[in-house]
């Protein structure tokens, strides 16, 4: 077995940072600490116990939906109806009950299946304890712990280099420097950085709390509702809302408690029932449900939603760039030649390409490949070894051969390797236009710490690797095309092998390949060729992310998805980023979306879930703020009027719920394939306002006639039996507009509606609980035909506000 030189374990060496993060020494042990000396800091609590914030607390989940400032005005009135009213009118404080507890209740489940995905996916760092190397959870790392590091491992808790194997670690998402950081023995590591080549370990120095990653997360949890055209347009309609409930609410209190001299109790009632439908208590309600089934269903497909607006996010995408290998090829690949150049003896090459294999002690997909094809050569041994890195695209080691001999040798990328006029390049197109890795075994003519060690290296064999497509990649790229989102391929390998890959599974664009080493810096002019285009290779970590903000420039909603430690920066970048459950612990890290079952072809349900949200919400919002402006306008109008408000608590309770409530319900969990559009505020209000205008001024008129109608002691209760009967007919127009296109069920909903408000109208002790009885022959039908004129004013209304604002 290739024998691997000692790795930097002692001496010198003060890296690219200060040295020990604490001012008492750090005692290295190769060994790790012992069973003792581990049970001994769980005694002390030295344990790294920051909790995994993949979701909230049950008690923040029950507190934001309980303690909400509606609940509030609405908890008030309640208590107010229960002393002076009967039950019936104080029915809608049972029903936000429970609309809370129907929230809480779906937040919950959310939570159990992020938490329980979130287990899967952790990062399961690797650390030596009693000499012995095992995967621990990372709250179960203690202070002094030596903690093993390779290619796209996380940094879990701060420490102190204790080995150093060419180890390069990437701090940009703590110090925004965007270069990797050669780490030697002493130097300080940052939780939250992550390794980009090479290996090592460290000792842990600050576990907990106290490391440097846990202090930022204390700042913001990861699962948060920010960031969200949704959540924020509700929010800013709820506000625009609050501002003008509170003078109409003021004017109708002093109209019905001052200005009108009737019964004290009935006017507390009345005032009341012109306040509550002005609250759309039952919106925010539905998005949270809306969102927390979303994660629910996509739980069951093996998919962790880490920030819940990534579901709606990823329904917005317009462009989504794919990183080739891991994400359409699966991780493993076959060696399926060996070509030997200028004469070189093969069985020679394949010892060197076996001693390479055994001198990386984390090989990536290439050279595992390459590891399984050549078995090592006993007598090798390995003096110094140059880890693989996406920046520079190759990796090397020098050896010291069985026979005395020294060689150096380099393996990567034939087109980095070697000079543009090489003659080898143009057999190695001819293979990369099959869609074929080829890698370039190269033997060095200078020492591996050399700046330019490719200089001069003389081409000795191409390996000639097979790439295993993922079989749901062809269908998942149609399913982007048929949607409008274009799909750019954006990969560290060459250009025309990448191009040929994308060809295979019949991406648009694929025979127009990129070389990402002639793309322009400039952002405009970067963002204009990744418009025109959609494959790229050669593309080194720092250009995945000027590519993703480059499109970002130009207006695009970009996802970007990936596996390896050379996307992290891409994902983290892009609006939404999407990891594979593979993927390195780093790329995990970041991603708001992990494939836990490594299946690209999961992406579409993600999507669905997001539009199904975005264009169930939109539907339901306009519902609930037609209530919110026909209950405005009404009590306006009573208010000039200096007439009684219309309806009691529980006439309003009886058409929210049967023309809002039930049916919002149903609407907002529906499928719904809509392409997710933006200015959600914009296209909710435009329909809202003109609906609720009209569904108020008709209501209003047939109260208004009623009045002259009705005489006698019982007038107030027919006058509002037929502004009810108006009110009900117009809201219902409205939930049929709502509810197109129209499927089976979706008219079953409005017809089951119709139907529970005609049993209201026969059933006698329904009449009577609810307080609604048609008085004679014409007043209903007047109510009838001012519905029908309102209704056709609405449908017109609909139409060219559609044709006269589009969204």
Excluded at 206 to 225: C, H, I, P
Excluded at 380 to 394: D, I, N
Excluded at 651 to 674: C, D
Aim: charged share 20%.
């Amino acid at each position: 077995m290739t024998q691997r030189a000692k790795i930097d374990t002692g001496g010198g060496g003060t890296g690219d940072r200060a040295g020990p993060v604490d001012t008492a020494p750090v005692v290295h042990r190769t060994g790790g600490l012992t069973a003792a000396e581990v049970a001994e800091r769980v005694a002390r609590g030295e344990v790294n116990d920051v909790p995994v914030r993949s979701s909230r607390s049950t008690t923040d989940i029950v507190r934001a939906n309980v303690f909400t400032r509606f609940n509030a005005i609405i908890g008030v009135l309640w208590v107010i109806m229960l002393a002076v009213a009967p039950i019936q009118d104080s029915l809608f404080g049972f029903v936000i009950i429970a609309n809370t507890g129907i929230g809480i209740v779906q937040e919950l489940r959310a939570k159990k299946t992020l938490d329980g995905l979130a287990v899967i996916g952790e990062a399961r760092p690797t650390v030596r304890r009693d000499g012995v190397a095992a995967e621990i959870s990372t709250s179960e790392i203690v202070l002094g712990d030596l903690v093993e590091l390779g290619p796209g491992d996380k940094v879990v808790v701060d420490g102190e280099v204790a080995e150093a194997d060419s180890l390069e670690v990437d701090e940009s998402l703590l110090t925004g420097e965007a270069d990797p950081v050669v780490k030697q023995r002493g130097d300080r590591m940052m939780s939250g950085s992550f390794v980009v080549a090479g290996g090592g370990a460290f000792t842990a120095t600050k576990v907990g709390r106290e490391a440097y990653a846990a202090q930022l997360a204390e700042e913001a949890s990861r699962f948060t509702l920010v960031h969200s055209e949704l959540r924020t347009g509700i929010s800013t309609i709820l506000k625009y809302v609050t501002w003008m409930m509170i003078p109409t609410a003021l004017g109708l209190v002093i109209s019905q408690l001052v200005v009108k001299d009737n019964d004290f109790k009935e006017s507390i009632a009345r005032t009341v029932g012109g306040i509550v439908p002005m609250i759309p208590e039952g919106l925010v309600l539905l998005t949270s449900v809306a969102f927390a089934i979303g994660v629910i269903r996509l739980g069951r497909k093996q998919c962790l939603v880490q920030e819940l607006p990534a579901i709606e996010g990823l329904a917005r995408v317009d462009v989504v760039c794919l990183d080739k290998t891991g994400t359409l090829t699966e991780g493993g690949m076959d060696v399926t030649d060996l070509r030997l150049l200028d004469g070189a003896d093969g069985g020679y090459v394949r010892k060197v390409l076996g001693a390479l294999g055994e001198s990386d002690p984390r090989p990536n997909a290439s050279l595992q490949a390459i590891i399984d094809a050549y078995p090592d050569a006993d007598d090798w041994r390995c003096t110094e070894s140059l880890p693989f890195s996406s920046a520079r695209k190759y990796s090397g080691a020098a050896f010291s051969e069985g026979n005395g001999e020294t060689s150096t040798w380099l393996l990567g990328a034939p087109d980095v390797l070697l000079p543009a006029t090489d003659p080898s390049l143009a057999e190695i197109d001819r293979l990369n236009e099959q869609g074929l890795r080829v890698l370039l075994l190269a033997r060095a003519a200078r020492d591996l710490d050399a700046p330019e060690v490719s200089a001069g290296a003389k081409a000795t064999a191409l390996v000639v690797l097979e790439q295993r497509l993922r079989p749901d990649a062809s269908d998942t790229l149609s399913y982007f095309a048929d949607q409008n989102v274009a799909a750019k391929v954006i990969s560290g390998d060459n250009a025309v092998s990448v191009g040929a890959v994308a060809g295979k599974l019949g991406l648009p664009g694929a025979e127009n390949t990129v070389d990402a080493r002639k793309l322009p810096t400039d952002r405009e002019q970067m963002a204009k060729v990744l418009d025109e285009n959609a494959v790229f290779g050669r593309v080194t970590p720092q250009q995945k992310r000027d590519m993703v903000a480059a499109l970002q420039s130009r207006g695009h909603t970009v996802a970007m998805t990936g596996d390896g430690v050379n996307d992290v920066l891409a994902l983290k970048d892009a609006d939404i980023g999407v990891s594979m459950g593979s993927g390195s612990e780093a790329t995990r890290a970041v991603a708001q979306i992990v494939l836990l079952n490594n299946s690209f072809a999961t992406l579409p349900s993600v999507v669905g879930e997001g539009r199904r949200v975005i264009g169930n919400i939109t539907r339901v919002a306009t519902l609930f703020l037609t209530k919110t402006v026909y209950s405005v306008l009404l009590a306006v109008l009573v208010v000039v009027s200096q007439v009684e408000y219309p309806f009691l608590p529980r006439h309003l309770t009886l058409l929210s719920t049967l023309t809002i409530g039930i049916p919002a319900f149903f609407l907002a969990l529906a499928p719904n394939k809509e392409r997710a559009r933006p200015h959600f505020v914009r296209r909710v209000m435009r329909y809202a306002i003109p609906a609720g205008v009209i569904a108020g001024a008709s209501t209003f008129a047939t109260y208004l006639l009623a009045r002259h109608h009705y005489t006698g002691r019982d007038a107030l209760d027919a006058e509002t039996s037929a502004a009810t009967l108006t009110l009900f007919l117009v809201s219902m127009w409205v939930l049929a507009i709502i509810a197109r296109p129209y499927t089976w069920w979706r008219i079953t909903l409005v017809a089951a509606m119709g139907g529970a408000f005609l049993l209201v109208l026969v059933v006698p002790w329904l009449q009577h609980f609810f307080a609604l009885k048609l008085v004679g022959v014409t007043m209903p039908w007047t109510a009838v035909a001012i519905a029908a004129v309102g209704s056709a004013v609405l449908e017109f209304a609909w139409r060219w506000v559609g044709r006269r604002f589009p969204a």
